[in-house]
């Protein structure tokens, strides 16, 4: 699994045509060169045989095959999103326990969220 930053390093990568400098990527990116070169590292562990970002002191970095990390952006990104919406869920749910003066039945915080039943009890082991 990739981490956001992550996710943005191979999407910068997978944009450009050619060798790009670590000071471009960590500028772009907002983190030091040190941080780009230990993500980097992470990234080339995680990413499919033959796909690898490639390193020169001169020249800076190269990812060899976009077309192979196309999907692990994808893949990832689509975790990422769910992840956030998981924990929208779970905050909604926290909210509307948290002002509720009554007992509440699972049915009526799904109704007041428009979400189904089954989603709730999904997301109840999160709010615990």
């Not at 990413?47 to 994808?74: H, Q």
Request: aromatic share 4%; with cysteine.
């Amino acid at each position: 699994m990739l981490t956001k930053r992550q996710v943005d390093i191979l999407v910068e990568l997978c944009g450009n045509n050619g060798w790009i400098k670590g000071s471009e990527l960590s500028g772009k990116l907002g983190i030091s060169n040190r941080t780009v070169q230990k993500e980097i590292k992470h990234i080339n562990e995680a990413l499919p045989e033959g796909a690898e970002i490639c390193s020169n002191n001169r020249l800076g970095y190269l990812l060899k095959d976009p077309a192979r990390c196309i999907p692990v952006i994808v893949a990832e990104n689509q975790r990422n999103l769910d992840a956030q919406r998981e924990a929208g869920r779970t905050k909604l749910i926290l909210i509307l326990l948290l002002f509720e003066k009554d007992y509440i039945t699972i049915g009526q915080i799904a109704d007041r969220l428009y979400l189904s039943k089954s989603t709730i009890n999904i997301s109840m082991a999160q709010v615990k």
